[in-house]
């Protein structure tokens, strides 16, 4: 009995002395990717820009006039960009920092399903990953160099996270997480939209997909819209122009809001029910031209309010039908969840059935405080 643990002893050690990661490459022999934007080159290939952190200027060594560089390589795919880019960079690249994917907007309008599934099995890149299209070439955009920030991506990146937050005109359903998902359930997709400037990047609209095409863009109120029939939007600066008899604009500071969309199914008729719940204080209000009452004048902000919020809704839901015939709001999935039967029956027409589609608004906004100034 003793000899045996003193053998299980002995392999113990063995086994912590001599395992090891074998595999390790080095922090210094890493070129850590932190943006990987996808163009359309010559011939059917692809241009690939990979944005490569220097170490020395995140770490804060020595006097660094850029924090990236950007090597771009034109390929029949990005499995082959993977190769060059290996005969032509000292350091082994690695992905598990890389903060975004950016398409570039030609070639999304050819398709990105195919570097969808080279996305996917790319095991080091991360599901939250944001992914991105651009109103031009995802290079501008990796390639210009914000002023406030080291990195375009990581710009991007923070805008998409967390700025999207507190600002319901940005999309932030964007991730490799997302487009796992809808991949699966062979669903239409949204994408945030990007535009490079002169020494910033800015995000604008949303672009829209079918069958993984860009196929048109939402601006920032469609985007609104949009957000609201997800149920996504909770709190955030919310801005409505007054009637004309009053003058100006009404900004509320929304610190509660709540969206739900239900659908109804009669027969073949299908109909959306979204219901919005609105409160928040003032924020600001230009040019006032109140009424008499206070408590008159806050209903009637209120009413504004409501119908500048159930026109962006009206607007996005019409152009994504009529426009598009894009289901850029998940509708398909609450109808599979509510209504398993009809789903296996006709979930192969949906693109039609989108179509014939009719949306039912009731919307209700409280102004809870008006700040130091009545009204």
Known sequence: MVKKWILISLMSLYIIFTAGCWDRVEIEKNAFILGLGIDSGKDDNLVITYQVALLEAFKGEGEKEKSTQQISIESDSLSEATNTLLRRFGNTPNLSHCKLVVFGEEYARKGIKDSLDYLFREPNLRRITSVCVAKGQAKEILDSEPQMAPSSAMVIDQIITQNSTNNSGIFPFTDIGYLHRNFIRKSDIALVGVKAGKDNVEVLGAGIFKDYKLVGWFNDREVTGQRFILGEIHRG??????????????????????????????????????????EGDINEVTNPDPLTDTKATLEYWGKAMEDDIRDAIETAFKKGRDTFGVDCFEIDEKIEGYYPKFWNNHGKEWDELFKTMDLDLDIQVKIRRVGLIEP
């Open 237 to 278: 600066l919310l801005t409505a122009d007054l009637p004309d008899e009053m003058g100006g604009r009404l900004t509320l500071n929304a610190y509660n809001i709540s969206a739900h969309t239900i659908p109804k199914i009669t027969d073949r008729n299908i109909k959306i029910k979204t219901k919005v719940l609105v």
